[in-house]
C-alpha cells in the first residue's frame, strides 16, 4: 500500500549562500495493509521530513513513494489533493482549521468532500467526538479556543472519520491523557484491522509498542551513514 524506493532528499538554502543540506539517502521501506510502522531515529535524524515526503508537502529529489496508484514524487498538486481525499489521511499534531468553522463541521468536512450525505456525515462526526470526550456543548464552537488536548483529539477525530487506506501519525497521543490516548490507541488498532497501511511518529514508547508491528530507524537513511 506504501512503498518507499530509494528516496533522497536534499535542502538549498537560497538564504544562506546556496548551502546544500543532504538529510535523506536511499530510503526505502515497504507499508503492508494492516501494517503500522513507527519512524524512529534521534532528533535531526529526518523523521518528519520523511513525513512530509509521503503526505507529498515536500518533494523528494529521486526515488518513488507509491501511495494506491500514485507516486508522490513525480505526482501532480491535483493529484496528490485527490489522493489525500480518498486515500491518505494524516492526523498533524496540530490542529489546523479554518477559524469560525464549528468543531462538528470540522470533523465532517472529509466525509462531505467525499460526497457522503449531511445527515450521515454529522452522525459519524458525533459519534467520534462522542467517543473521543469532546463535550457537547462544544460541538458548535471553533476548535480554535479549545485546549491543547481537546485540539489534538479533534484533529483525531476528523483523521478518522473516512476509513482511510493509508494514515500518517504524527505524535497522536502527544497531549491527551490516559483515558483518551487508550481511545486513540483503540482507533488505531481499528484501522489496522480494517486493512489501514499506517505509518507514525510516536514519542510515546509504549504506545508504539503497543500499536507498531515495527520500527524504520531512519538513521539508516542518512547520507553519512548511507553512503
Ligand atoms: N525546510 C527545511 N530546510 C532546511 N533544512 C531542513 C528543513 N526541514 C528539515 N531540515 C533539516 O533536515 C534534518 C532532519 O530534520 P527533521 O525535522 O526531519 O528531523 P526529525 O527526525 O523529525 O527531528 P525531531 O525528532 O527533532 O523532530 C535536520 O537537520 C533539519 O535541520
Known sequence: MIEVKDVSKQFVLHNQGGAVIRVMQGASFTVQPGEC???????????????????????????????????????????????????????????????????LQVVADPLRALGVAEPEAEAQARGLLARLNIPERLWDLSPTTFSGGEQQRVNIARGFAH?????????????????????????????????????????????????????????????????
Do not use: W
Open 37 to 103: 510502522v513507527a519512524l524512529t531515529g534521534a532528533s535531526g535524524a529526518g523523521k518528519s521530513t520523511l513525513m512530509r515526503m509521503l503526505y507529498g508537502n515536500y518533494r523528494a529529489a529521486s526515488g518513488s513513494i507509491r501511495i494506491g496508484d500514485v507516486d508522490l514524487v513525480e505526482a501532480e498538486p491535483r493529484e496528490i489533493i485527490a489522493l489525500r481525499r480518498e486515500v491518505l489521511g494524516y492526523v498533524s499534531q496540530f490542529l489546523r482549521v479554518v477559524p469560525r468553522v464549528p468543531t
Open 163 to 227: 476509513p482511510y487506506p493509508a494514515l500518517l501519525l504524527d505524535e497522536p497521543t502527544a497531549s491527551l491523557d490516559a483515558t483518551n490516548r487508550a481511545v486513540v490507541l483503540e482507533l488505531i488498532e481499528a484501522a489496522k484491522a480494517r486493512g489501514a497501511a499506517v505509518v507514525g511518529i510516536f514519542h510515546d514508547a509504549e504506545a508504539r509498542d503497543r500499536v507498531c508491528d515495527r520500527e524504520i530507524d531512519v538513521t539508516g537513511f542518512t547520507p553519512a551513514r548511507a553512503a
